[in-house]
């Protein structure tokens, strides 16, 4: 497992000082597996409050980040830095 992933498994509720959720098992295991499926290195993983995670990538002509909930669900966001758009896709959970 990657380790800030193996760092995030210890962090308890309320981790932030504000009601931070603990970080879902169901976030890990969908960001490890995107890890091992792909050649893909973030360049920042985050914990999010809600218990899930951010994997952040800051590229020359875009930025991506992928938010991993934590209902298993994956959120993906480029930003073109040339043209100033930015796509967003959903991509459901598995059950």
């Known amino acids: 497992m990657h380790p800030k992933l193996v760092e995030l498994t210890q962090l308890?509720?309320?981790?932030?000082?504000?009601?931070?959720?603990?970080?879902?098992?169901?976030?890990?295991?969908?960001?490890q597996a995107?890890?091992?499926?792909?050649d893909f290195v973030?360049?920042?993983?985050?914990?999010?409050?809600?218990?899930g995670l951010q994997f952040e990538y800051y590229g020359?002509?875009?930025?991506?980040?992928?938010?991993?909930?934590?209902d298993g669900e994956i959120a993906l966001l480029v930003c073109d830095k040339e043209c100033d758009e930015a796509v967003e896709i959903h991509i459901p959970g598995g059950k």
Do not use: Q
């Open 34 to 38: 995107t890890l091992d499926a792909s």
């Open 60 to 70: 020359p002509h875009f930025d991506m980040e992928i938010e991993f909930t934590p």
């Open 42 to 51: 973030p360049d920042h993983i985050a914990p999010m409050s809600n218990g």
């Open 12 to 31: 308890e509720r309320n981790w932030d000082g504000e009601g931070a959720e603990f970080i879902r098992f169901s976030a890990i295991a969908r960001a």
